[in-house]
């Protein structure tokens, strides 16, 4: 089974309007971490928002802001009033318990159209 | 703001020789990793390191691949013999686990091209 499910391989959205990219995810532990990750074209990755599965709030950074609903296991990131530099893939990714490793999802490219 | 770089940002090679891929983690942070990116693809991770060894590896960190922090500053990832297969974007991250967050900031990659 997929740990990490994006399941937006693309999306347009016209620009100054908010975009959300849905993301699930799938883990046994209690104790967990959610990120968002872009990917702009030239290939550096960009550490967006982090959610911990004890917050209890949702996190937000800027125009970044992150849909936590637990029981539903989803983490959805949330842009508001995107901007042509928004377009870009984005990752959603999580890590279990105590494990060092990040699981990444497939990916949804973004575009913001003018 | 501090941040992870890399080098080369691109190495070409040819099938079977050795490539050393270099990274600068954050200058405070205690953990490195090594991911790569198929192209296409998403983002698998290899390796983790903290305290001078390895601390978790995936299946595809087999023999021949191996990391080092020669000194206070470089963590490196060496491939012994490189395959077609190892054409990827490898990415370095670090870390510094503090309370409930400890985010993984990567670096701008190096793209191997296996010859």
């Known amino acids: 089974a997929q740990k990490i499910t994006q399941t937006q391989p693309g999306m347009f959205v016209q620009e100054k309007e908010a975009v959300t990219l849905d993301c699930t995810y799938d883990?046994?532990?209690?104790?967990?971490?959610l990120f968002w990750y872009k990917q702009p074209s030239s290939g550096e990755m960009i550490f967006l928002i982090y959610q911990g599965s004890y917050d209890e709030q949702n996190a937000t950074e800027g125009r970044y802001s992150l849909n936590f609903q637990k029981a539903r296991k989803s983490a959805n990131l949330v842009i508001s009033a995107s901007q042509l530099g928004d377009s870009a893939m984005y990752f959603c990714a999580m890590r279990e318990g105590a494990k060092d490793k990040i699981i990444f999802g497939k990916g949804t490219r973004l575009h913001i159209l003018p | 703001e501090p941040e992870v770089t890399q080098t080369p940002s691109h190495q070409v090679t040819q099938m079977g020789q050795e490539v050393i891929l270099r990274c600068v983690p954050i200058s405070n942070h205690l953990y490195f990793y090594w991911y790569r990116q198929i192209l296409g693809q998403k983002v698998e991770f290899l390796v983790s390191f903290y305290n001078n060894e390895i601390s978790e590896k995936s299946e595809i960190f087999d023999d021949q691949f191996s990391v080092e922090r020669p000194d206070g500053s470089n963590f490196t990832l060496k491939i012994r013999s490189t395959k077609l297969e190892d054409s990827a974007m490898y990415f370095c991250?670090?870390?510094?686990?503090?309370?409930?967050?400890?985010?993984?900031?990567f670096g701008p990659g190096t793209r191997l091209t296996v010859l």
């Open positions: 991250a670090s870390s510094s686990p503090s309370g409930n967050t400890d985010t993984q900031y």
């Open positions: 883990t046994s532990d209690q104790s967990y971490g």
